[in-house]
């Protein structure tokens, strides 16, 4: 799964004056929650905010967050759960990230690229895309940015299932098994 570095400080105001006071100097409020600890709000520099989440926008990603508490370092692992953006500046107004565990298991949706040209497409068949992600767990370092499916071996009349797809050790597939990810229209020969 795709990380990146963050920072951010503890906020010690809040409320409506003091995030607007604070996106005029450049910062952004956002806060952290989650089962972990107690939410607490923070205050990022607004362009390496939009950097980091433009990186990682539609991807699996992680933020390694490094929390600054009066001098006092702390690194947090969190996701993205919900950015609010200005609708006509399209700025970063407030971000919220969601604590997570390295050590649990949770659900994500990893997206399937298809590569190699199909025998059976060779030979006048069409090849048909039914899935385009699929849903599986696993804990955050075992989950990959995409699941690589090599189509070249397909024959005519064939389909590729969700369960031949081979995952990596310590990711388990939640979608159907048997659910076809890919098929080669056509009778074979």
Sequence with gaps: MLQI???????????KGAARTMRRAGNTPAVIYGPLG????????????TQGLLSI?????F???????DGKKSVRHVITREIQTDPVQDNVLHADFYEVSLDKPMVFKVPL?????????DLGGDMTIVKNKITVSGKLLDIPDVI????APLDRGVALTCKELGLSAGVTLVTDPDAVCVSISGVAE
């Design 5 to 15: 570095a963050m920072t951010a400080r503890v906020r010690k105001t809040v409320g």
């Design 38 to 49: 107690a939410p607490i709000s923070l205050e990022c520099n607004t362009k390496d905010l």
């Design 57 to 61: 926008h539609r991807k699996n990603a």
């Design 63 to 69: 933020i390694n967050l490094e929390i600054d508490e």
């Design 113 to 121: 690229k298809y590569v190699g040209k199909a025998k059976g497409v």
């Design 148 to 151: 690589e499916v090599d189509v």
